[in-house]
């Protein structure tokens, strides 16, 4: 079964404002990465992590330290360059492979 | 900085024929790639996990024999799809993972196209 359940599947934003997505994952994960696929398919890295939070500019970032079990992308005052499908990976405890969430579409609308 | 070069960017093939893809990382060493497939309909699926010096680890539905990886250092991987057909076609990507950080890093993917 899917071991990265990510939600939601499609997002509309307005522009200038806020939202979050969010992974769950069905297993304890060791580390989390999110990434943006472009128009062309390319995978562009947003954040990894291991724990705790990061944030770029109005990206942030945050993966459960506790029970590490799910992770949090939250995108401010969404602009029209922030459209694209984000996915996260994670990577399971004791393993090395990543495994991706289904993805989220998100249309920013002006 | 850290890029992963991925070519050919898309192949188009007739059915029964193959397809062969390189993955070069730049900036830094990869010392595992992993092989991903991308459907039409977004879903990634892992293929294989290869990392230098150890066995490749194909994940189940995926074969050596259909999808040989060659790993022969921390800069290179390639993968051959043998006898595409219709249900092979899709987005590959490899991911390159960085050994000092655990990061992935991945290329541009290569389209397959099968007629």
């Known amino acids: 079964g899917d071991q990265v359940e990510q939600s939601p599947s499609a997002l509309s934003l307005h522009e200038g404002t806020d939202s979050a997505l969010r992974c769950n994952f069905t297993?304890?994960?060791?580390?989390v990465q999110w990434f943006r696929q472009n128009s062309r398919g390319s995978l562009i890295s947003l954040f990894y992590?291991?724990?705790?939070t990061k944030e770029n500019g109005r990206l942030k970032s945050a993966f459960d330290s506790k029970e590490r079990r799910y992770s949090t992308l939250h995108i401010r005052d969404a602009q029209l360059e922030d459209s694209g499908t984000y996915f996260c990976?994670?990577?399971?405890?004791?393993?090395?492979?990543?495994?991706f969430g289904k993805g989220t579409s998100l249309t920013v609308i002006p | 900085g850290a890029l992963v070069y991925q070519y050919p960017r898309r192949t188009i093939c007739k059915s029964g024929t193959s397809m062969r893809m390189e993955c070069q990382a730049v900036?830094?060493?990869?010392?595992?790639v992993a092989w991903y497939r991308q459907s039409p309909q977004k879903t990634f699926e892992l293929i294989a996990l290869?990392?230098?010096?150890?066995?490749?680890?194909?994940e189940q539905n995926f074969t050596q024999e259909k999808f040989p990886i060659s790993h022969p250092n921390l800069s290179f991987s390639s993968m051959t799809v043998l006898n595409a057909y219709l249900e092979d076609r899709g987005l590959y990507l490899c991911?390159?993972?960085?050994?000092?950080?655990?990061?992935?890093?991945f290329g541009e993917g290569s389209k397959l196209t099968v007629l």
């Open positions: 990976a994670a990577e399971a405890a004791g393993y090395q492979n990543f495994y």
């Open positions: 297993t304890t994960m060791r580390s």
């Open positions: 992590l291991a724990s705790g």
């Open positions: 900036g830094f060493q990869a010392t595992s």
């Open positions: 290869s990392t230098v010096n150890s066995a490749i680890k194909y």
């Open positions: 991911g390159a993972r960085e050994g000092n950080t655990g990061q992935l890093y």
